[in-house]
């Protein structure tokens, strides 16, 4: 096989050890071939929808319904007493998804960081930070004889956020990053950086990170579209390792990279590419 000239990180990795690829990775329930794959499949193999899906459930038999693999993997780990940190930057996934009754659920964090509840005097009424908390923790306060069952919650779960942006602020403030990040990747995984680098503040020893790269999609001028967002692919991921090895976390963590499928090999009338099968992993 052979590596696009902007993905030079890729083979460093790869000439030192540290990586590898799979290759011709995909969904399948059960061996087809271009003859009956559309009746003898129980997903739609072309789709970015359900193959995204997928890729994040990795159950083609729903044996495990509603989880995602780091889900799963997070709850062993949690049923030996590890403490686990779910994380989606920017947005989080099925992927990230564990079992209900373990009662955890998947944290957000921008890539700039948490928003401040609040961080600003209402321009209405000129109520400080201070007394507009007063008035949101007294709405949601304790429960009274008439309170619903949905409401405690979505106040509980509210109180909660709050308290753990504000926990989050604290120590991020003090965490930055030896390395330089550039680019929409870069901002993602400089976040997973810096919060590996709190771990202890935040308490937890076994992490799942969710980051999300899109935009590869090109059914016209692939070529010209592909360069710049394998530029921005390998800047990202250039960095994360130098700062892995600056955190000595480099042999601590493991990343890999998915997608729904590949792309045809021949080209399209319109110097794109279309769907294809399997896909290449790193």
């Known amino acids: 096989f052979g590596l696009h000239e902007n993905l030079r990180i890729f083979k460093s990795l790869y ?3 540290h990586a590898t690829f799979f290759a011709n990775m995909g969904h399948l329930s059960k061996p087809v071939t271009k003859d ?3 009746t003898e ?3 739609q193999l072309f789709s970015h929808v359900s193959m995204m899906r997928e890729a994040q459930y990795v159950d083609a038999f729903r ?3 509603g989880t995602g693999v780091l889900g799963r993997m997070l709850d062993v780990l949690q049923m030996q007493d590890f403490a686990v940190g779910p994380v989606g930057i920017d947005k989080s996934g099925a992927m990230l998804d564990g079992r209900q009754d373990l009662s955890r659920s998947p944290d957000v964090v921008k890539h700039s960081g948490p928003d401040d509840f609040f961080p600003w005097t209402s321009p209405s009424n000129q109520l400080s930070k201070e007394a507009m908390t007063a008035h949101f923790n007294a709405v949601n306060s304790a429960s009274t004889g008439n309170s619903g069952m949905f409401g405690n919650h979505w106040s509980q779960a509210f109180v909660d956020s ?12 003090e ?7 550039t680019g929409n990747l870069g901002s993602q995984l400089e976040m997973v950086a810096r919060l590996i680098k709190a771990r202890n503040e935040r308490k937890v020893n076994r992490d799942a990170f969710l980051v999300q790269l899109g935009g590869f ?9 592909l360069d710049p967002k394998f530029t921005d692919l390998n800047t990202g991921i ?19 990279i998915g997608s729904e499928f590949a792309r045809t090999i021949t080209p399209n009338s319109g110097e794109g590419t279309d769907h294809a099968w399997g896909g290449n992993y790193f």
């Open 15 to 17: 000439d030192y050890g």
């Open 36 to 38: 009956n794959y559309f």
């Open 41 to 43: 499949t129980n997903t």
């Open 63 to 65: 044996e495990q319904a």
């Open 162 to 173: 709050v308290n753990m942006t504000a926990e989050m602020l604290d120590f991020l403030k």
């Open 175 to 181: 965490t930055s990053t030896t390395a330089s990040f």
């Open 217 to 225: 999609d090109h059914h016209s001028a692939m070529k010209d579209n």
């Open 238 to 256: 250039k960095s994360f390792y130098e700062e892995m090895g600056f955190q000595n976390m480099f042999e601590s963590v493991t990343l890999v």
